[in-house]
């Protein structure tokens, strides 16, 4: 029988506000345990939460850039729960009034684009952290993390494998940071993920009993962790079991998702609207303002680029996914404006060497101006193709400008023909035989011949050159 998987994602972003959500502490990382804290992000009594509105203009960004509908009027609500990580013994969190519905982003997939539903967008405030100490048997507890503005991002169960879960996971990253609201680091934890997953009868209409899945920190574990659960939950189904509804932990060491808490554990938190904050009211200048701040997102520029530059859909994808990585390639190209070749060499080279080096592309060791350069020298036929793959090695290692080490190293491209010419000859006289063999018919070996004027020339000489020179000595 065939299955088919039915996902849904719930995401959640730390907007990059410079206070928290509903008090003026700090959000800056790594700072010293509980010294980013307040009476009211410590939840003492009698205090009274003020919103920031920069949270609110943020999420807007988001539900705009998300082609959701805004609330003109929405709620906080309290979730109620106990942990020791939460002062208040609730988090302010929205519940039945969110701030913004029925939204979508297109992603691209293998087989095209797939438009995938975006229920709610809602803001919340983060919790606190708990230490464990290894020696003692003791544990400690963070309230600088306390009240950190989060938004939870809902998708429909529009995703059906778990590659278009990872495709609209990275979109959905890759507006965030365009955004500028959230840094989406997975591994750091300002962009959460867990994961709905259930699988039915392909064709069917009723939907399959799902679980949850959780500690998914990467996009590499998001996709594997579904790809395991779907295949767990196909083999009890076929052996005629049934599923258990409940949460998942994915354990990335063993490569498999184990049990958490069942569905008789699950919380019911008892939400009812928070009476210290007063209903959001969001008017039209509000939003009109927003929308005309809006930088130019993701899936604009992958159109603006294959049609202003005539970039394969692919080029355009992959040099648009990231904000820096664009603005790279646009810096680039704004000195050397053959759009193609500049995308080459940075999907190529570029981003070889970023990986290798497990760099940004703010962290490049070459400069676009210096990429630029580089292939100027190119063009202009002061070095060959394979030379400046040998000089952008030596910018990637010492930072110094293309034109700089072409002097240094003598790595100037032989145009001279008589030079060349000399060269030719020698090959010639030096392999006789192949030369037999050319005459003969095998004019192959035409590769073999500019292969070794190459070698003697330590791949200096002019390519096109060499290839005209050998075909008039050869023939
Ligand atoms: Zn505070």
């Known amino acids: 029988m065939e299955f088919e998987p039915v996902i849904g994602l719930e995401v959640h972003a730390q907007l990059k506000t410079k206070t928290k959500i509903f008090c003026g502490c700090s959000t800056s990382f790594g700072a010293p345990p509980n010294t980013h804290t307040c009476p009211v992000c410590l939840g003492m009594p009698g205090v009274l ?24 009027e929405s709620r906080f609500a309290r979730k109620n729960y106990f942990y020791p990580d939460l002062p208040k013994g609730y988090q302010i969190s929205q519940y039945e009034l969110p701030i913004a519905e029925h939204g979508f ?18 803001m919340e405030e983060d919790a606190g952290k708990l230490g464990h100490d290894p020696d003692r048997p003791v544990s400690m507890v963070d309230f600088n993390r306390t009240g950190v503005p989060l938004i939870e991002i809902v998708s429909e169960p529009d995703i059906r494998s778990a590659r278009e ?15 500028g609201i959230c840094d989406g680091n997975l591994e750091e934890g300002s962009f959460r993920c867990d994961a709905n997953v259930s699988i039915r009868p392909k064709g069917a209409e009723k939907l399959g009993t799902r679980t949850e899945l959780k500690n998914l920190n990467s996009f590499k574990h998001v996709e594997k962790a579904l790809l395991y659960e779907i295949g767990r939950q196909r083999e009890i189904l076929l052996e005629g079991g049934q599923i258990v509804q409940e949460t998942r932990l994915w354990d990335p060491d063993n490569n498999k998702t184990t049990s958490m808490r069942g569905k008789e554990e699950a919380h019911d938190y008892r939400y009812f609207p928070d009476p210290d904050l007063l209903p959001l009211v969001i008017d039209d200048k509000w939003i009109r303002r927003l929308k005309n701040s809006l930088p130019e997102l993701p899936d604009q520029k992958n159109k603006r680029f294959m049609e202003k530059f005539d970039l394969p859909s692919y080029d355009a994808g992959l040099l ?61 036929g002061t ?22 080490i072409v002097a240094e190293k003598g790595l100037v491209q032989i145009t001279d023909t008589d030079a060349i010419d000399d060269v030719v000859a020698k090959v010639i006289s030096k392999n006789p035989k192949e030369v037999e063999a050319y005459k003969n018919g095998k004019t192959k070996l035409l590769g073999f011949f500019v292969g070794q004027v190459m070698r003697e020339t330590k791949g200096k000489a002019n390519p096109k050159l060499v290839n005209e020179i050998l075909k008039r000595k050869l023939e």
């Open 105 to 122: 982003i297109d992603v691209e997939v293998d087989d095209g684009q797939q438009r995938i539903g975006i229920t709610r967008i809602h």
């Open 49 to 72: 939460p003020v919103l920031n509105k920069k949270v609110v203009d943020y999420t807007l960004r988001m539900a705009l850039a998300t082609n959701c509908e805004i609330a003109r």
């Open 165 to 179: 879960a990872g495709a609209y996971l990275r979109h959905l990253r890759s507006i965030v940071r365009y955004l």
């Open 383 to 404: 070095i060959s193709g394979k030379i400046a793959k040998t000089v952008f090695d030596e910018m990637a290692r010492t930072g110094k400008p293309a034109k700089q």
């Open 320 to 380: 648009t996914s990231d904000r820096e990585l664009a603005d790279y390639f646009e810096a680039c190209i704004s000195q050397f404006p053959r759009p193609k070749q500049v995308s080459n060499w940075i999907m190529g080279s570029l981003l070889g060497l970023l990986n290798a080096q497990d760099k940004t592309i703010t962290e490049s060791p070459i400069s676009p101006q210096n990429l630029a350069r580089l292939l100027a020298l190119i063009e202009e």
